[in-house]
């Protein structure tokens, strides 16, 4: 026999859950465009890589052709690029820089690789073959300054109508959260770094 308190319960939850359930339809009604996004990822804490590339799985999943272009990170062996390169008619990663800024060292060097990488993100960006542009660490660039914030709000601008361009690394420039259409702020609680702990494979990389 059902206790009477829990039917109470449960005939409480199944009203709320209608009224919830008839609020979200008629929000959904109202949700008609589709257009190609601004997504920036930024904040301290970890993981704004790693969304982007849970994205791009959602892409392929798609068939859509998505293109990644690393501006501060270089070629090393990690678990995405070996994945990827199992779809290489649907997706491509660049990894296009020579390392973080306190390891290079060369300020010359590292403002010529933004740019280069730039180059390359820009003209997948306006090439509407490639419907989501993965622009990783590209925040990093624009907070040293090797890249002027407002040509990428140019590009940005005038891109195709149904390309996502998606920008991760931390300290993301005002002009940009300003210019984008969805801005997700990861913080740190806890990191096993601290700990002592080291990246590993499948977590990091």
Avoid at 20 to 47: D, N, P, Y
Avoid at 54 to 81: D, N, P, Y
Avoid at 103 to 117: E, G, K, L, P, Y
Wanted: glycine share 6%; hydrophobic share 45%; with cysteine.
């Amino acid at each position: 026999m059902n206790d009477p308190h829990d039917v109470e319960l449960n005939a409480r939850h199944a009203e709320k859950m209608k009224r919830i359930q008839a609020a979200r339809a008629r929000m959904m009604q109202s949700k008609t465009v589709e257009r190609g996004l601004v997504i920036v990822h930024t904040g301290t804490g970890k993981g704004k890589s790693t969304a982007a590339m849970g994205m791009v799985c959602r892409m392929i999943g798609h068939g859509m052709k998505t293109s990644i272009i690393q501006f501060i990170k270089g070629a090393m062996e990690t678990g995405e690029q070996t994945l990827f390169d199992s779809f290489p008619e649907l997706v491509e990663m660049r990894p296009m820089g020579e390392g973080f800024t306190w390891d290079t060292q060369d300020r010359a060097a590292d403002i010529a690789n933004v740019r280069r990488a730039w180059e390359a993100a820009k003209a997948r960006i306006m090439d509407p073959e490639w419907k989501m542009v993965v622009c990783d660490e590209l925040n990093i660039a624009l907070r040293y300054d090797y890249l002027p914030v407002e040509e990428v709000l140019e590009v940005l601008a005038a891109r195709p109508a149904d390309t996502h361009v998606v920008i991760t690394g931390r300290n993301a420039p005002d002009a940009l959260i300003e210019a984008a259409d969805l801005v997700t702020d990861m913080q740190m609680v806890k990191h096993p770094f601290r700990s002592g702990v080291k990246a590993q494979a499948g977590v990091e990389f």
